[in-house]
């Protein structure tokens, strides 16, 4: 501070003055103006009264008396000003006067006047007055000292602790100033940290920690505990991210001297967790080992934490590895979360490991534990360990498992489609009204598509008044979705309206299920509704578009997903893919996956979007890209039933056989074992287009020998307002309903007339003659389901179907051809995607 008066101290600011307003520029961001006037007070005994006034006026002491003889002291000087303008006369004013106007006009008046050339210590007694009685009017004082090619360091130092004095703090101003003309030394970073910290706008001081690892020299740990604390606070910042990551480059180079602080590290890996680095972030375990500074039990658990929840089993459990070889202490929770993790993953040999380990700590006495477990077997498809946990904690004496347990034994059956045991571990439920179990049961019976059933218990919660969670109806809306029970969906979603259920879940649920039926329009104005759509509602949008083959709409919904700033995952690029898929657009679509693992990491390892791809690849016959891309994943069959599909197209025979061969080889899941029918479905296909009848006769055999049975073509027509009438081939309505009949028999008349004629070569099952064989293909579900729209839909009016399987090509010229013969649109929506009938062509382009 002395350096202020000996720096060029005028004439007129010597004498007793000065210690005072020395002392007074010392404003740090803690002192407030009540300490000030003690220090001028203390400072300056043998000075004015006019000061020890002031403090009696802040303090309330007997304004009443002293406030006429002040005030008439003070009106005077500013005659006397008036008379004579001076610097130190307006320094007296500015010193002793209280009031703001008549300060303020005395500043600007000396400002004004070309004569008098104030100097540093001027400015500093005018931010003392701002502090205590105009801090708004503290950056225009240091921009006139600026202005004025006065010296701003310690301005700037007071300007700061103003601008955090106030409320809210003046960030804003105080960031400009310092940009432009603020002294960039490290203490003034800190306190300018400080102030965005105290504004709640951490994310506004992070440009200052680029600036201070420019400097090239050490810092103080100080200041880098305020950059890491904010960076933590800032997390959702990207910059935050590239912030930690540059100080933690900086410790490693050991170009800053590395702090001996636990928290600091784990402000640092805060941010880098929120934004999936998580490869840096592990880094920073072996960056504090090589510091000698073991990781605290919070980092390992935040860092946990953080793997876990992104599904990142393996790194996860490298880390929980790390922590039992230290002997750090893993948590029960830290566990369960971990299980769950690789439950997700379907990785199994992690969840045995965590599994002997908690036995061997005592931890399944914790029925969350034994939840995730049982739900974590499920997933690796290991459901014999998952039922021998839940036997064993019913074994045990005392009460049963707790509901969320017993929801997850009972998931995990109705995911293996053993439905009746799912049954009677709902039965076990001794609570009869718990919503956990009422949920889980609900949903079971909605993905096993027993539609029915789950509406009816859905029925039974609502009377017994169990509140039905949202996953809940989102699972009954996407079954109604793949019924086509379109009037109960109508109803579900009304539902949901009233009970205040439409969450993100529910929401996407709906647009994926009208659209899966056909109702495009249904989807968007359901879209439409949604003020800030997420990433799951806008990948439902895409979604949709994708399967009717709107490609430039995906795309346009993809944009605003990007402008969103949402991330974007596996999903969102499997039905961009598919969008691509409609009409060819390889280019765009490998363009696409590139950008996806550039920006967010996600790539065609992810079942969804490289079954998309070699869809992509079969469909513009590039059977080896599509093939390659199949052997490189793990054993997954609807990326090979894809690759079939494909060689059937394509009548590539020797690929069809190999490919038939490895889906054969496969141990199939029970709930997948469907797949091996349409293989063998296929593969019969695929000989009858060559005609090789034999080999499609001797697959025929081996699936009655081995007891494979297909899995009946089942067709469901969309009727407006009523529930969906449900067709199998040549089924019993048929034959009952004579209309019906007569209406069939037309279209096959007319159709006749259009010159198609039916293709035995889609016939599986052995007949006894070609006109049998015809007989069949003529009453294939589909074509039921049409002659009975045309029975009763208005003419004109479109025709909307759901096919449980593939549509068969038989089935698939003669709509073409029924779309014209009648000009309806037909809308089929199959197995594998969508189909859009019209004027005798198909929007699949004859390939699905
Ligand atoms: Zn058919
Ligand atoms: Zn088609």
């Given at each position: 501070?002395?350096?202020?008066?000996?720096?060029?101290a005028?004439?007129?600011?010597?004498?007793?003055?000065?210690?005072?307003?020395?002392?007074?520029?010392?404003?740090?961001?803690?002192?407030?103006?009540?300490?000030?006037?003690?220090?001028?007070?203390?400072?300056?005994?043998?000075?004015?009264?006019?000061?020890?006034?002031?403090?009696?006026?802040?303090?309330?002491?007997?304004?009443?008396?002293s406030?006429?003889?002040?005030?008439?002291?003070?009106?005077?000087?500013?005659?006397?000003?008036?008379?004579?303008?001076?610097?130190?006369?307006?320094?007296?004013?500015i010193?002793?006067?209280?009031d703001?106007?008549?300060?303020?006009?005395?500043?600007?008046?000396?400002?004004?006047?070309?004569?008098?050339?104030?100097?540093?210590?001027?400015?500093?007694?005018?931010?003392?007055?701002?502090?205590?009685?105009?801090p708004?009017?503290?950056?225009?004082?240091?921009?006139a000292?600026?202005?004025?090619?006065i010296?701003?360091?310690?301005?700037?130092?007071?300007?700061?602790?103003?601008?955090?004095?106030?409320?809210?703090?003046?960030?804003?101003?105080?960031?400009?100033?310092?940009?432009r003309?603020?002294?960039?030394?490290?203490?003034?970073?800190?306190?300018?940290?400080?102030?965005?910290?105290?504004?709640?706008?951490?994310?506004?001081?992070l440009?200052?920690?680029?600036e201070?690892?420019?400097?090239?020299?050490?810092l103080?740990?100080?200041?880098?505990?305020?950059f890491?604390?904010c960076?933590?606070?800032?997390d959702?910042?990207?910059?935050?991210?590239d912030?930690?990551?540059q100080?933690?480059?900086?410790?490693?180079?050991?170009?800053?001297?590395?702090?001996?602080?636990?928290?600091?590290?784990?402000?640092?890996?805060?941010?880098?967790?929120a934004?999936?680095?998580?490869?840096?972030?592990?880094d920073?375990l072996?960056?504090?080992?090589?510091?000698?500074?073991?990781p605290?039990v919070?980092?390992?658990?935040?860092?946990?934490?953080?793997?876990?929840?992104?599904d990142?089993?393996?790194?996860?459990?490298?880390?929980?590895?790390a922590?039992?070889?230290?002997?750090?202490?893993?948590?029960?929770r830290?566990?369960?979360?971990l299980?769950?993790?690789?439950?997700?993953?379907?990785?199994?040999?992690?969840?045995?490991?965590?599994?002997?380990?908690?036995?061997?700590?005592?931890?399944?006495?914790?029925?969350?534990?034994?939840?995730?477990?049982?739900?974590?077997?499920?997933?690796?498809n290991?459901l014999?360990?998952?039922?021998?946990?839940?036997?064993?904690?019913?074994?045990?004496?005392?009460?049963?498992?707790?509901?969320?347990?017993?929801?997850?034994?009972?998931?995990?059956?109705?995911r293996?489609?053993?439905?009746?045991?799912?049954?009677?571990?709902f039965?076990l439920?001794?609570?009869?009204?718990?919503?956990?179990?009422?949920?889980?049961?609900?949903?079971?019976?909605?993905k096993?598509?027993?539609?029915?059933?789950?509406?009816?218990?859905?029925?039974?919660?609502?009377?017994?008044?169990?509140?039905?969670?949202?996953?809940?109806?989102?699972?009954?809306?996407?079954?109604?979705?793949?019924?086509?029970?379109?009037?109960?969906?109508?109803?579900?979603?009304?539902?949901?309206?009233?009970?205040?259920?439409m969450?993100?879940?529910?929401?996407?649920?709906?647009?994926y299920?009208?659209?899966?039926?056909?109702?495009?329009?249904?989807?968007?104005?359901?879209?439409?509704?949604?003020?800030?759509?997420?990433?799951?509602?806008?990948?439902?949008?895409?979604?949709?578009?994708?399967?009717?083959?709107?490609?430039a709409?995906?795309?346009?919904?993809?944009?605003?997903?990007k402008?969103?700033?949402?991330?974007?995952?596996?999903?969102?690029?499997?039905?961009?893919?598919?969008?691509?898929?409609?009409?060819?657009?390889?280019?765009?679509?490998?363009?696409?996956?590139?950008?996806?693992?550039?920006?967010?990491?996600?790539?065609?390892e992810?079942?969804?979007?490289?079954?998309?791809?070699?869809?992509?690849?079969?469909?513009?016959?590039?059977?080896?890209?599509?093939?390659?891309?199949?052997?490189?994943?793990?054993?997954?069959v609807?990326?090979?039933?894809?690759?079939?599909?494909?060689?059937?197209q394509?009548?590539?025979?020797?690929?069809?056989e190999?490919?038939?061969?490895?889906i054969?080889?496969?141990?199939?899941?029970?709930?997948l074992?469907?797949?091996?029918?349409s293989?063998?479905?296929?593969?019969?296909?695929?000989?009858?287009?060559?005609?090789?009848?034999?080999?499609a006769?001797?697959l025929?055999?081996?699936?009655?020998?081995?007891?494979?049975?297909?899995?009946?073509?089942?067709?469901?027509?969309?009727?407006?307002?009523?529930?969906?009438?449900h067709?199998?081939?040549?089924?019993?309505?048929?034959?009952?309903?004579?209309?019906?009949?007569?209406?069939?028999?037309?279209?096959?008349?007319?159709?006749?007339?259009?010159?198609?004629?039916?293709?035995?070569?889609v016939v599986?099952?052995?007949?006894?003659?070609v006109?049998?064989?015809?007989q069949?293909?003529c009453?294939?579900?589909?074509?039921?389901?049409?002659?009975?729209?045309l029975?009763?839909?208005?003419?004109?009016a479109?025709?909307?179907?759901?096919?449980?399987?593939?549509?068969c090509?038989?089935?698939?010229?003669?709509?073409?051809?029924?779309?014209?013969?009648?000009?309806?649109?037909?809308?089929?929506?199959?197995?594998?995607?969508?189909?859009?009938?019209?004027?005798?062509?198909?929007?699949?382009?004859?390939?699905?």
């Open positions: 501070m002395t350096g202020l008066i000996s720096a060029g005028p004439s007129w600011a010597t004498g007793p003055l000065l210690p005072g307003s020395a002392h007074v520029t010392d404003a740090g961001p803690s002192s407030g103006p009540m300490q000030h006037l003690a220090v001028v007070v203390c400072a300056r005994r043998s000075w004015c009264h006019g000061a020890r006034r002031t403090m009696m006026q802040a303090t309330g002491v007997q304004r009443a008396r406030a006429p003889d002040r005030d008439d002291q003070q009106r005077a000087r500013i005659d006397e000003f008036r008379r004579a303008p001076s610097v130190p006369l307006a320094f007296r004013i010193k002793q006067d209280s703001v106007e008549r300060v303020w006009s005395v500043f600007q008046q000396v400002l004004g006047a070309r004569a008098m050339r104030p100097r540093a210590p001027f400015f500093q007694s005018m931010m003392t007055f701002c502090r205590r009685r105009l708004a009017k503290a950056p225009d004082v240091f921009d000292a600026v202005a004025r090619g010296p701003s360091d310690e301005l700037f130092g007071s300007l700061i602790g103003i601008c955090c004095g106030t409320n809210p703090p003046m960030l804003q101003e105080l960031l400009d100033r310092y940009v003309c603020g002294p960039h030394t490290l203490d003034t970073m800190f306190r300018v940290a400080h102030v965005c910290r105290a504004s709640g706008r951490p994310a506004s001081a440009f200052l920690v680029d201070a690892a420019r400097f090239n020299a050490d103080p740990e100080k200041l880098l505990s305020m890491a604390a960076c933590a606070e800032a959702s910042e990207v910059q935050a991210a912030r930690a990551q100080l933690l480059d900086l410790i490693r180079a050991r170009r800053i001297t590395p702090p001996d602080n636990r928290q600091l590290f784990g402000n640092l890996v805060k941010p880098l967790i934004h999936r680095r998580f490869e840096a972030a592990i920073v072996s960056l504090m080992d090589s510091i000698d500074l073991p605290s919070h980092l390992y658990t935040q860092l946990l934490a953080g793997l876990a929840s992104a990142r089993a393996q790194q996860g459990f490298a880390v929980f590895r922590m039992v070889d230290r002997d750090v202490d893993v948590s029960d830290m566990v369960a979360s299980v769950a993790a690789c439950g997700r993953c379907a990785t199994l040999p992690p969840v045995e490991t965590l599994h002997r380990f908690a036995v061997d700590r005592r931890m399944l006495g914790n029925d969350f534990i034994i939840c995730s477990l049982v739900s974590a077997y499920d997933q690796c290991a014999d360990a998952a039922e021998r946990v839940f036997q064993e904690r019913c074994d045990r004496p005392g009460p049963g498992p707790d509901p969320r347990t017993l929801a997850a034994m009972i998931r995990a059956y109705g293996h489609g053993r439905l009746s045991d799912a049954a009677r571990v039965d439920a001794p609570v009869g009204d718990d919503p956990d179990i009422w949920n889980g049961f609900t949903c079971t019976l909605a096993a598509d027993r539609l029915p059933e789950g509406l009816s218990a859905l029925r039974a919660m609502r009377a017994r008044q169990v509140p039905a969670d949202p996953t809940t109806v989102a699972c009954l809306v996407a079954a109604c979705g793949r019924c086509a029970e379109l009037h109960a969906m109508a109803s579900l979603h009304q539902q949901a309206q009233a009970d205040g259920l969450t993100n879940a529910v929401i996407s649920a709906l647009i299920a009208y659209a899966h039926c056909g109702q495009l329009e249904a989807a968007e104005r359901v879209f439409q509704g949604v003020a800030r759509p997420d990433m799951i509602v806008l990948t439902a949008m895409i979604a949709a578009y994708g399967h009717h083959g709107l490609v709409k995906a795309f346009a919904t993809y944009d605003r997903l402008s969103s700033g949402e991330p974007a995952d596996e999903r969102t690029l499997a039905s961009l893919l598919t969008a691509c898929s409609h009409v060819g657009e390889v280019g765009r679509a490998e363009r696409t996956a590139l950008e996806f693992k550039s920006a967010w990491g996600v790539g065609l992810s079942p969804y979007a490289r079954n998309c791809m070699i869809d992509l690849y079969g469909r513009s016959g590039n059977l080896n890209e599509a093939e390659r891309l199949a052997s490189a994943s793990a054993a997954d609807v990326a090979w039933m894809s690759v079939l599909a494909a060689c059937r394509h009548g590539d025979v020797p690929r069809a190999r490919v038939f061969a490895i054969q080889a496969m141990d199939l899941p029970a709930h074992l469907s797949h091996v029918a293989a063998y479905v296929l593969m019969g296909n695929v000989y009858t287009g060559v005609g090789r009848y034999a080999d006769r001797r025929r055999d081996e699936m009655d020998a081995l007891g494979i049975c297909k899995i009946p073509g089942r067709t469901s027509l969309i009727l407006p307002g009523q529930a969906a009438m067709f199998l081939s040549g089924d019993d309505r048929y034959r009952a309903d004579a209309a019906l009949r007569e209406t069939h028999a037309r279209m096959m008349r007319d159709l006749a007339q259009h010159g198609y004629c039916p293709d035995v070569a599986v099952k052995e007949t006894a003659s006109s049998d064989a015809k069949s293909v009453l294939h579900s589909e074509k039921l389901a049409i002659a009975y729209a029975k009763t839909l208005p003419p004109g479109p025709v909307h179907a759901v096919k449980n399987l593939r549509v090509p038989d089935c698939h010229e003669a709509t073409k051809a029924l779309s014209a013969i009648y000009r309806r649109d037909i809308y089929i929506r199959d197995a594998n995607r969508h189909h859009h009938f019209r004027d005798g062509q198909c929007s699949c382009g004859d390939y699905w």
